[in-house]
T-cell receptor, first 115, second 114 residues
Framework: GAGVSQSPSNKVTEKGKDVELRCDPI?????LYWYRQSLGQGLEFLIY????????KSGLPSDRFSAERTGGSVSTLTIQRTQQEDSAVYLC?????????????FGPGTRLLVL | AQSVTQLDSHVSVSEGTPVLLRCNYS??????LFWYVQHPNKGLQLLLK??????LVKGINGFEAEFKKSETSFHLTKPSAHMSDAAEYFC????????????FGQGTTLQVKP
């Protein structure tokens, strides 16, 4: 079946602009995660959605970052007033029920470059 | 708090020789442990996972890992490296105290020489 998909695959933007990154999880998966992969910080958790529960936003680095998940499926990560340090690969993952032992399946990522 | 330490940032082996990628973890619970692989410009792919069943876990492409609680280790091995194994490998921990958030090690780059 189809895996996790993300769009765009690459995004180049100017400092100060807003960007939106999209994630389509595996059909039927109730849990969705965003991670960021950067040279200096490695792979770090950003935000977690599970069903209709309030999202866990504990990993968001600043209030310029926000995310939503509509209809329990597609998610959008928004970065406002982008900075050069936001340049990274943004990875989305989904799992069947969000439990701590469940496998998370990752999308190919969106590579963001802020000039 | 959870943490993961991958003991080597870079490992180089010759094709056909064994692979050993080392990982130590810290967790207040009995964790789940994963190894993911990332080929250049590709997403993360699950190699194998441990979730408190058998301590020796077999994964895809001939990889396996052994959970050793006394040593808090979860090293990844393969008897014979193939050129296609060249990639970055991540050791990952998850535990009940963290609602499914994965904690990643810094990664080990595996180079396979012909």
């Amino acid at each position: 079946g189809a895996g996790v998909s993300q769009s765009p695959s690459n995004k180049v933007t100017e400092k100060g602009k807003d960007v939106e990154l999209r994630c389509d999880p595996i059909s039927g998966h109730t849990a969705l995660y965003w991670y960021r992969q950067s040279l200096g910080q490695g792979l770090e958790f950003l935000i977690y959605f599970q069903g209709n529960s309030a999202p866990d936003k504990s990993g968001l680095p600043s209030d310029r970052f926000s995310a939503e998940r509509t209809g329990g499926s597609v998610s959008t990560l928004t970065i406002q007033r982008t900075q050069q340090e936001d340049s990274a690969v943004y990875l989305c993952a989904s799992s069947s029920d969000g439990s701590w032992a469940e496998t998370q399946y990752f999308g190919p990522g969106t590579r963001l470059l802020v000039l | 708090a959870q943490s993961v330490t991958q003991l080597d940032s870079h490992v180089s082996v010759s094709e056909g020789t064994p692979v050993l990628l080392r990982c130590n973890y810290s967790s207040s619970y009995s964790p789940s442990l994963f190894w993911y692989v990332q080929h250049p410009n590709k997403g993360l792919q699950l190699l194998l996972k441990y979730t408190s069943a058998a301590t020796l876990v077999k994964g895809i492409n001939g990889f396996e890992a052994e959970f050793k609680k006394s040593e808090t280790s979860f090293h990844l091995t393969k008897p014979s490296a193939h050129m296609s194994d060249a990639a970055e490998y991540f050791c990952v921990v998850s535990d009940p105290g963290n609602t499914g958030k994965l904690i990643f090690g810094q990664g080990t780059t595996l180079q396979v020489k012909p």
